[in-house]
C-alpha cells in the first residue's frame, strides 16, 4: 500500500510545482487558447490562456510511477506501462492537435481523418499489446471476455477484443474532450474516477484468487491489480495537483493533449481491470455530456431542429443563464454521485459472486 500513497504524493506534489512553471513557459511562446467564435461569448475572455497543460499531468504521472518503483524496490508490471502507455500514446495525439491549432491559428487543430488515425494506431496497439504478457497463471493485462465487475460470458476472441477495446478508447478520450470545456470541470470529474479505480484496484489486490488458498468464489482474475492502483494512484494525485491552476479563473487548460491522454487512461484502467462495462456508470457525466452530443446532431439532422440551445451539455446551461461555476460544481456532483453508485455496485457484485 506504500506504493499507493507514494504515487499520489508524488504525482500531487509534481504537478503543483510544476504546472505553474509550464504556464511561465507556454506563455513566452505564446502557446495561447484559440476559442471559436460559436461558442458562449463568455468564453472569449480566456483566449490567449496557455493550454497543452496536460503535458504537466501526463509526465507527473509517469514520472510518480517511476519513483515509487524506486522509492519501494518493486518492479513495474506490463499492466501499469500498457496504461501508461495508452494514456501518452493518446496525449501525444493531442499535443499534435493543440499544436497545429495554435501554430497555423486553427480552431480545428488536426484534420479529422489524420486525429482519426493516430487514435486508432495508439489504440489497436494498447488492445494487441494487452492480450499478450501472460503472468504464470496464464492472466494477460486483458482479457477478450466482456466485464462488468468482472469478467462474464464466452470468450469473444482477439479481433472482437481490439475492436470493443478500440471502441471504449475513442469513446472516453473523446468524452473527456466534450466535458473539457468549463475550468476544472473535466479534470475534477477524472479526479473521482481515478480515486474509484484506486479503490477497486485495492480491493482487487485483496480479494485476488492469486491468493490461494485464502481466495473466495468471489475473488478477482486480473492480471496487476495493486499495480493499477498505484497508476490510478499516480493520476488522482497529479489531476488534483493540476486542478489548483485549472480551476475558474483557469491560469491553464488541458487541451486535447489533456483530455484524450486522460479519457486513454480510464479506459486503458477498465480494460485491464475487468471493469469495462462499469466504467460507463463511474464516468457518467462523460457519457452524459457525450450523448447530449449525439442527441442534438441526431435531432438536428433528422428534425432541423436542436433540443438544447448548445451542445456539449454544460454549455445549454450556461446559455440558461447559470455562471460557470455554478455549472462546474453541480455536473462535479453529478459525477460524484455516478462514482458513488458504480462502486456501490462494484461490491454488491462481490457480495453477491460470494
Known amino acids: 500500500m506504500k506504493q499507493i500513497l507514494f504515487s499520489g504524493m508524488i504525482g500531487l506534489f509534481l504537478t503543483l510545482i510544476g504546472t505553474p512553471v509550464l504556464i511561465k513557459l507556454l506563455a513566452k511562446k505564446g502557446y495561447g487558447q484559440f476559442i471559436r467564435d460559436d461558442g458562449p461569448r463568455d468564453h472569449h475572455s480566456k483566449r490567449g490562456t496557455p493550454t497543452m497543460g496536460g503535458i504537466a499531468f501526463i509526465l507527473a504521472t509517469i514520472i510518480a510511477y517511476a519513483l515509487t518503483k524506486v522509492i519501494t524496490s518493486s518492479d513495474p508490471t506490463f499492466s501499469g506501462v500498457l496504461v501508461l502507455f495508452l494514456m501518452a500514446g493518446m496525449g501525444l495525439v493531442g499535443f499534435l492537435d493543440d499544436y497545429i491549432k495554435i501554430v497555423k491559428q486553427r480552431s480545428l487543430g488536426l484534420r479529422a481523418k489524420a486525429k482519426m488515425a493516430g487514435q486508432l494506431i495508439v489504440g489497436i496497439a494498447f488492445a494487441v499489446l494487452s492480450l499478450q504478457f501472460a503472468d504464470l497463471r496464464g492472466q494477460t493485462p486483458a482479457s477478450d471476455r466482456l466485464s462488468f465487475t468482472q469478467d462474464f460470458g464466452w470468450q469473444v476472441g482477439p479481433v472482437i477484443f481490439v475492436i470493443w477495446a478500440l471502441f471504449m478508447i475513442l469513446a472516453m478520450s473523446n468524452g473527456v474532450n466534450l466535458t473539457d470545456g468549463l475550468d476544472g470541470l473535466a479534470t475534477g470529474a477524472s479526479v473521482m474516477v481515478f480515486g ?159
Open 196 to 354: 474509484a479505480y484506486t479503490f477497486i484496484g485495492i480491493w482487487q489486490h485483496q480479494e485476488s484468487c492469486a491468493n490461494v488458498p485464502t481466495a473466495g468464489p468471489g475473488c478477482y482474475e486480473v492480471r496487476d491489480p495493486l499495480d493499477l492502483a498505484v497508476v490510478a494512484s499516480a493520476l488522482m494525485g497529479a489531476c488534483f495537483g493540476f486542478l489548483w491552476w485549472n480551476t475558474s479563473p483557469a491560469k491553464i487548460f488541458m487541451g486535447d493533449t489533456g483530455s484524450l491522454a486522460l479519457g486513454g487512461a480510464l479506459a486503458g484502467l477498465a480494460i485491464c481491470s475487468r471493469t469495462e462495462l462499469l466504467l460507463a456508470l463511474l464516468g457518467g457525466l462523460f457519457v452524459l455530456i457525450t450523448m447530449s452530443v449525439v442527441i442534438q446532431v441526431g435531432s438536428f439532422k433528422l428534425t432541423g431542429k436542436r433540443v438544447f440551445r448548445m451542445a456539449p451539455l454544460q454549455h445549454h446551461f450556461e446559455l440558461k443563464g447559470w455562471s460557470e461555476v455554478l455549472v462546474v460544481v453541480r455536473f462535479w456532483i453529478i459525477q460524484g454521485m455516478c462514482v458513488i453508485v458504480g462502486l456501490g455496485i462494484f461490491y454488491g457484485g462481490w457480495q453477491a459472486a460470494k
